[in-house]
């Protein structure tokens, strides 16, 4: 398995655009995770699914956030408009089971000028 | 308010010599706890995961403890080597939530030669 993939890898956009990440987990995993990454803030989680159904999205910042998951295969987490403040890496995870550790993609790094 | 803490932001051991790394936590009731392992411009790598009633678990070099009574787990590298050089992150799950888990903010680890 290629293991989780997030595309692109960076991404430079000015404020007021809209940006869209990318995240394909592990086949076969039933949870999806997004958390976004600052030196100030460490690892926080914005939302989680499971089965593709939305479970907690008390993390998301604001409603400029939003994330999908129309199938097992594929989610994105989309910022609209962007903010310099939404600058940092944005990691997509996945796993099988309840306990199961996570398995991380490598990260967006987003930069808003 | 729910708090995960690491006991410093970087630790620097000698090579061959055990590394201890500290993870402790207030107001929560953990069902896990997870280590994981960061390398610079990487996503965490899940390392160990020891339930709440379990008070040792190991893995080749590694060693986790948990004790839920000092509400503390400890995470040993016994014969440090300067591979071993990362960000260890400790993630905690709650019961009232345990589908997802809560990052502390790492101890960044630097061994040696």
């Known amino acids: 398995d290629a293991g989780v993939i997030q595309s692109p890898r960076h991404e430079v956009t000015e404020m007021g655009q809209e940006v869209t990440l990318r995240c394909k987990p592990i086949?076969?995993?039933?949870?999806l995770f997004w958390y976004r990454q600052t030196m100030m803030r460490g690892l926080e989680l914005l939302i989680y699914?499971?089965?593709?159904?939305?479970?907690?999205d008390s993390g998301m910042p604001e409603d400029r956030f939003s994330a999908k998951m129309p199938n097992a295969s594929f989610s994105t987490l989309k910022i609209q408009p962007s903010e310099p403040r939404d600058s940092a890496v944005y990691f997509c995870?996945?796993?099988?089971?309840?306990?199961?550790?996570?398995?991380f993609g490598s990260g967006t790094r987003l930069t808003v000028v | 308010s729910q708090k995960i803490e690491q006991n410093s932001e970087a630790l620097n051991i000698q090579e061959g010599k055990t590394a201890t790394l500290t993870c402790n936590y207030t107001?929560?009731?953990?069902?896990?706890l997870q280590w994981y392992r960061q390398d610079p411009g990487r996503g965490p790598v899940f390392l160990l995961l020891?339930?709440?009633?379990?008070k040792e678990k190991r893995k080749e070099r590694l060693k986790v403890t948990f004790d839920t009574t000092l509400k503390q787990s400890l995470f040993h590298i016994t014969a440090s080597q300067p591979a071993d050089s990362a960000t260890y992150l400790c993630?905690?799950?709650?019961?009232?939530?345990?589908?997802?888990?809560?990052f502390g903010s790492g101890t960044r680890l630097s061994i040696r030669p």
């Open positions: 993630a905690l799950a709650g019961y009232s939530s345990a589908s997802k888990i809560i």
């Open positions: 699914f499971n089965n593709n159904v939305p479970i907690d």
């Open positions: 086949s076969g995993h039933d949870y």
């Open positions: 995870a996945s796993r099988r089971g309840a306990q199961d550790g996570y398995t």
């Open positions: 020891i339930r709440e009633n379990e």
């Open positions: 107001n929560y009731s953990p069902a896990y």
